[in-house]
């Protein structure tokens, strides 16, 4: 998409798998996997009373892998993301920035952001993780690997066109 170039603003757009290949990871991994809210008026909800001034918790992890809204939910396929998919889907099934008129106001910064730093690097370098490593989430603020993720990281050779 970029012809071997630095990735430009004009590309984002056109870097289609790769905002999908986020966006999966951002399903199964969110950064903010729990979201806690107080109860702004009651409401029952699936027969339970919640009273204005409760603390609720949105599990945002667990939503993201519910078998009723994902097949095959622990699977990372970025096709999830294809624009006919996210039309089909229920809004409130994707959460990584929250939802509603409290939904992160720098989503689609972020969201770019993320795109272009994945495009720039994976036109300079190739990531593997260490072999036999396996990632375990933990929830702190946000979730993360709880022992990092050591990788190798190997420059690829320039392409003339990047010259």
């Avoid at 006919?84 to 106001?105: M, N, Q």
Wanted: hydrophobic share 40%.
């Amino acid at each position: 998409m970029t012809g071997g170039g630095p990735v430009r603003p004009d590309h984002i757009e056109a870097l289609v798998y790769t905002n999908q290949a986020i966006q999966e990871a951002m399903r199964l991994y969110p950064p903010a996997a729990l979201i806690v809210h107080a109860a702004r008026t009651d409401v029952v909800l699936d027969g339970q009373p919640i009273r204005a001034g409760s603390t609720v918790y949105i599990p945002v992890y667990a939503v993201h892998r519910h078998e009723k809204l994902w097949s095959e939910p622990d699977r990372f396929d970025p096709s999830r993301f294809d624009p006919e998919a996210a039309r089909a889907r229920d809004r409130f099934s994707y959460l990584p920035f929250g939802a509603g008129p409290r939904i992160c106001v720098g989503q689609g910064f972020a969201q770019m952001e993320a795109t272009a730093i994945l495009a720039s690097l994976l036109q300079r370098f190739q990531l593997a993780l260490r072999s036999g490593y396996t990632p375990e989430p933990r929830l702190r603020v946000t979730l993360r690997p709880a022992r990092g993720m050591p990788m190798r990281i190997t420059r690829l050779p320039v392409q003339a066109s990047a010259r």
